[in-house]
């Protein structure tokens, strides 16, 4: 059977270069691709109250999502919103194949749109560029190797420092670019290593990250049946193949589909693992359909089912259960979202005993957390309420407390009971109230003294 894959029948690695295409699905895939660059550049720097629309502040421990603040104890809720979207991926993969690998995926979207278009624009066509690399080393083979690569590692320094933003600012990563590499040499790590990562990947591993390192594609014979809308070609009207005449189907064999596929498989054999979906072999075969007066979509998107002239059904069992694991995930997420107080407050007993008494009363030492989650400055009140109306509280719930955008404090809470009051542990409520004096948090803690026995 014949194949064509990306190793040699030597084990050596078979070097791919796709032949340049144009089509609707060629354009329209660009599109998409400027489009997700543009997202990947204007995350850090748009802001949505205040803050980039999205940014991991690793300093200050803090999520911003599209002018959702979450402090690192609330992560918790990002695993609604990762397994609604894994499972929207499901579904989509379930109905439309790797629609997400060969259109949304960065690996590809850097790959075929950035990379190796500068490989085209400096190298020259397929059939130049194979040849360019046949050929014995001269001065003109330096100079463009030197060129392409050094635009390569430019660009993955570029994409590193942007991916860096998302954890650190763009005001603080101009600074650290601007300082020497010592000064934030943690930093200067991270990128140096990313960079020589992404610079390896795009420029030699390419199409092998999708074969071998992603599990995607693996998933994917889990995830999807024959009535899947997948990239396949029409063997019923395609075969057999040969030249144009009555005695043969539509495929004439030119094996264009083969040439300008970026993962180097022959789309003829059927669904293959290395296929991403990218459509670049539609676009090239329709080409050929025109010239040939001949109708388009022989290599389509379709089923496997109406492929080969079956029955293909859109609504089955596993759509059904993805979709409704995702809007259950969603409903949680919404929900949980709406618990989330703009104030973190923690309240704990400080080390050492328990409590304290002397003559005239029981006395217990707690610890006030508070912090501001809001994108401005706030002013806090600490109050407590207690069944014992004698209870006297002392420390943080004395003062106001104004806190800065992100700002946490640690104040003390002393808490005492005349010792003549004191009949037994009681618990008590730990309020933070806001400017407009409603409760924000609460926290219940015990009050404890010695042991006393009813009477």
């Given amino acids: ?62 999520l911003h999502l599209f002018g959702l603040t979450l402090m690192f104890q609330d992560l918790w809720l990002l695993f609604f919103t990762i397994s609604g979207l894994a499972f929207g991926l499901f579904a989509i993969t379930s109905v439309a194949g790797r629609l997400w690998c060969g259109w949304a995926c960065p690996q590809t979207v850097f790959l075929d749109h950035v990379f190796r278009r500068i490989e085209r624009w400096i190298d020259g066509d397929a059939p130049t560029r194979r040849r360019l690399e046949k050929a014995a080393w001269s001065a003109g083979k330096i100079f463009k190797r030197i060129l392409k690569h050094a635009i390569f590692l430019l660009i993955a320094a570029l994409i590193a420092h942007i991916f860096l933003a998302y954890f650190v600012s763009l005001p603080s990563l101009y600074n650290m670019v601007s300082e020497a590499p010592a000064q934030n040499w943690g930093a200067f790590v991270f990128v140096s290593v990313l960079t020589g990562i ?34 396949g070609y029409d063997t019923v009207r395609g075969e057999p193949r040969g030249k144009p005449s009555a005695e043969h189907g539509d495929c004439v064999d030119c094996r264009r589909c083969v040439q300008v596929c970026p993962t180097g498989i022959d789309i003829r054999q059927g ?29 389509r998107h379709d089923s496997m ?124 409520k730990v309020q933070v109230r806001g400017e407009k004096g409603d409760v924000e948090g609460e926290r219940a803690v015990p009050f404890l003294g010695p042991f006393r026995e009813k009477r």
């Fill in 271 to 299: 669904l293959q693992l290395e296929c991403i979906a990218c459509t670049a072999c539609i676009d090239a075969c329709d080409d050929i359909m025109v010239k040939l007066n001949r109708p388009k979509g022989l290599i």
């Fill in 1 to 62: 059977m014949e194949s064509v894959t990306t190793i040699n029948d030597d084990g050596s690695r078979y070097i791919v270069h796709p032949a340049d295409v144009r089509g609707t699905f060629t354009t329209l895939r660009r599109v998409v691709a400027v489009l997700l660059i543009a997202v990947y550049i204007l995350l850090p720097i748009v802001r949505i109250h205040g803050e980039p629309a999205l940014f991991l502040d690793i300093f200050h421990r803090k």
């Fill in 198 to 231: 992404l610079y390896f990947n795009f420029a030699w591993f390419r199409e092998q990250f999708c074969i071998i390192m992603c599990p995607y594609g693996r998933l994917q014979s889990a995830l999807i049946d024959d009535d899947t809308i997948v990239v």
């Fill in 305 to 428: 089912n109406a492929l080969t002239g079956r029955i293909a059904k859109f609504w089955r069992p596993r759509l059904f259960i993805y979709m409704a694991l995702g809007i259950i995930g969603t409903i949680a997420f919404t929900f949980a979202v709406q618990q989330v107080k703009p104030v973190i407050l923690s309240v704990l007993r400080m080390q050492g005993a328990p409590y304290f008494r002397d003559e005239n009363a029981v006395r217990n030492n707690f610890m006030v957390h508070l912090a501001n989650k809001r994108a401005e400055s706030h002013e806090y009140r600490i109050a407590v309420e207690s069944p014992v109306a004698s209870l006297v509280a002392t420390g943080a719930s004395t003062h106001p407390l104004k806190l800065e955008p992100g700002e946490e404090v640690q104040e003390p809470l002393i808490m005492s009971v005349p010792d003549g009051d004191f009949h037994g542990n009681f618990e008590v």
